[in-house]
């Protein structure tokens, strides 16, 4: 994705053409992309090959799930929605992790039922759920210890979660009391010690403080794990400032700690794998100028994309067609919903926009689509993705008739 001729493209598919086929707001995806990331990827942790789960949260799109499972990945799901979901695209039971605090028993005994590879625990009360749900059924469920690290992620409050204040996983002494307490059960196997520490994760430190965390946990644990999983977080720039994260010196310190632990790795990567894959395209509906504030009103608003307004995150805005011509006022980029949180991003010397003109708002990949809604009774934007000279649409826009 990038400027031809002053012209942006997604892959071989200028913004015009596709604005002439599709209403706007609506996202759209390159596959090209997306099949990249997914190799990068899996070439930084070449030396652990860890059983990588994307995390079906940030996004969860059918025909993006089926280009990430033909990649070889598994699943890391958070709902029974989820997990029905990437059972019916096809992935693989055995390359499946269910995670998430508040399971319910019909979740839980679903899970069981199709045999995935593991559910991570996050309390006594669920693994209890589990060992009667086990007994039941006669058979042994693989389960993961989740674990509170008590670290911070040097991320956005609201998105970290491995803090003592969150509300994941055990303490350390509460997991070690509750393995005692439940190693000899013959309906449980403890498969894997699991940790997640938050997203959008810009800096290797937290991560080294987590390992830290972990090696000193499973010198004074009395089981063996096949597998630790270490969750995902791993961040994209959102900015143009080039701050990207260190994924080398990451799979260095995970590769060293397999070897020393001798354990299999699970990552559970989403937004790194699928974040900067896709645009949010919007038309300008108005211009709206006065002598203390200066607007520009797009058609997309806080239902299509809520993070600026739920997390005060900054998706860069670029012009579909570029222009020397600057303008010296200061826009604030907002949408047509009615609030006043419903605005994307406040910026100087953007280039002269006319009403109609179209925008285009980067990185919406990940926790984008997933997360809109039909505030204000307003339809669901379509999803395009773009493969080379080709469109397909993959999810289509709702029209007024669906919510009314």
């Known amino acids: ?45 070449e030396k652990t090959k860890p059983l990588i789960c994307f995390s079906v949260k940030s996004n969860s799109n059918s025909k993006l799930l089926k280009i990430i499972k033909n990649n070889g990945l598994g699943a890391d799901v958070v709902s029974i929605g989820e997990l029905q979901k990437v059972l019916k695209v096809g992935f693989k039971p055995n390359k499946i992790v269910f995670s998430g605090v508040g399971k319910t028993t019909s979740e839980l005994d679903f899970a069981i039922k199709k045999k995935i590879l593991l559910i991570n625990v996050e309390s006594e009360s669920e693994l209890k759920n589990i060992i009667n749900l086990s007994k039941n059924k006669k058979t042994v469920v ?74 000193n946990f499973l010198e004074k644990v009395s089981v063996n794990f096949e597998y630790v999983d270490f969750g995902g977080g791993m961040g994209i720039d959102y900015s143009s400032n080039k701050k990207t994260f260190d994924f080398k010196k990451l799979a260095l310190e995970i590769y060293k700690f397999s070897k020393r632990n001798e354990c299999k790795i699970i990552l559970e990567p989403g937004r790194s794998i699928i974040g900067d894959t896709a645009v949010l395209i919007s038309k300008v509906i108005y211009i709206k100028e006065s002598p203390t504030k200066d607007f520009i009103i797009l058609d997309a608003g806080m239902n299509d994309l809520i993070r600026p307004a739920l997390y005060n995150a900054k ?43 179209i925008v285009i708002l980067k990185d919406v990949g990940a926790y984008g689509y997933v997360l809109s809604s039909n505030y204000n009774v307003r339809p669901m934007p379509k999803e395009v993705l773009v493969d080379k000279s080709k469109t397909q649409i993959i999810s289509k826009r709702q029209s007024i008739k669906d919510l009314i």
């Open 142 to 215: 693989n389960v993961g210890i989740r674990l509170n690290p008590n670290v911070n992620a040097q991320t956005i409050g609201k998105i970290s979660t491995g803090r003592m204040q969150d509300k994941f996983g055990l303490t350390f002494k509460d997991a070690i009391k509750i393995i005692d307490k439940y190693k000899n059960s013959n309906s449980i196997r403890f498969k894997c010690l699991s940790v997640h520490i938050g997203s959008q994760i810009l800096s290797n430190v937290p991560y080294q403080k987590m390992i830290r965390v972990v090696n």
């Open 315 to 357: 998706h860069m805005i670029i012009p579909a067609i570029k222009s020397s011509k600057k303008s010296k006022k200061e826009y604030d980029f907002v949408g047509p919903i009615c609030e006043t949180s419903d605005r994307f991003l406040k910026m100087k010397k953007f280039q002269k926009l006319n009403e109609g003109e």
């Open 1 to 45: 994705m990038n400027y031809k001729n002053s012209k942006f493209y997604v892959e071989n598919i200028s913004i015009g053409k596709l604005t002439r086929s599709f209403q706007t707001p609506f996202y759209c995806y390159s596959k090209s992309r997306l099949n990249q990331n997914i190799k990068n990827f899996n070439k930084n942790f």
